[in-house]
Structure formats: structure tokens, C-alpha cells
């Protein structure tokens, strides 16, 4: 992990992602520990493979950690934090097809 690096975001995680981040496969949950790492040490929160993506929940940013499994994201640049919204499956993260 980015131990020496500077931190340059916080992390709002709701209870409820919180709760479905514990109840994913172990090898999902590593893959987005080490995304929310990078991100909190990165000046810019967005991946450039991220997408910007209207859900049942609104615009997000969608991030790809499995070809399952998403979490969406809206960085709030002002105050540096990085408000998680939906963690799971692509179709219960809220993808409108």
C-alpha cells in the first residue's frame, strides 16, 4: 500500500457499503482496497478507465473491478472527498441499459 505517499482524499463509506464490501469474494474486496489506496493518493480520484454513467441512483463515476463487479463513486473536488455510493454486481450497482 501507498504507506509514504501524501494523502490527498478522504473516504465517505457509508454503513451499508461498508456491509456489502465485507460480504464480497476476498479476491473482489483486495482489488478494491488497492483502487480506494490509489485513489486517496492520487490528486485525481478518476481512473481513466472509469466512466461517467447515469444509474437508478444518478450520474456516478463507475469503477471496474471485476467483469462483475462495480463500484460507483462522486469525488467531491471541493472538499477532497470521495463519497462511495454502490458496491456489487454491475446490475446491483445500478447500470441503466
Do not use: C
Given at each position: 500500500?501507498?504507506?509514504?505517499?501524501?494523502?490527498?482524499w478522504?473516504?465517505?463509506?457509508?454503513?451499508?457499503?461498508?456491509t456489502?464490501?465485507?460480504?464480497?469474494?476476498?479476491?473482489?474486496?483486495?482489488?478494491?482496497?488497492?483502487?480506494?489506496?490509489?485513489?486517496?493518493?492520487s490528486?485525481?480520484?478518476?481512473?481513466?478507465s472509469?466512466?461517467?454513467?447515469?444509474?437508478?441512483?444518478?450520474?456516478?463515476?463507475?469503477?471496474?473491478?471485476?467483469?462483475?463487479?462495480?463500484?460507483?463513486?462522486?469525488?467531491?473536488?471541493?472538499?477532497?472527498?470521495?463519497?462511495?455510493?454502490?458496491?456489487?454486481?454491475?446490475?446491483?450497482?445500478?447500470t441503466?441499459?
Open positions: 500500500m501507498n504507506q509514504h505517499k501524501p494523502v490527498y478522504k473516504v465517505n463509506e457509508p454503513k451499508k457499503f461498508s456489502a464490501v465485507s460480504n464480497l469474494p476476498r479476491q473482489i474486496k483486495q482489488r478494491y482496497l488497492e483502487r480506494i489506496d490509489n485513489m486517496v493518493h490528486e485525481n480520484p478518476i481512473d481513466r472509469d466512466k461517467w454513467e447515469r444509474t437508478r441512483y444518478g450520474l456516478v463515476w463507475m469503477a471496474r473491478l471485476s467483469d462483475y463487479y462495480r463500484f460507483s463513486y462522486l469525488p467531491d473536488h471541493k472538499n477532497r472527498v470521495i463519497h462511495l455510493i454502490r458496491i456489487g454486481g454491475h446490475k446491483e450497482v445500478g441503466e441499459k
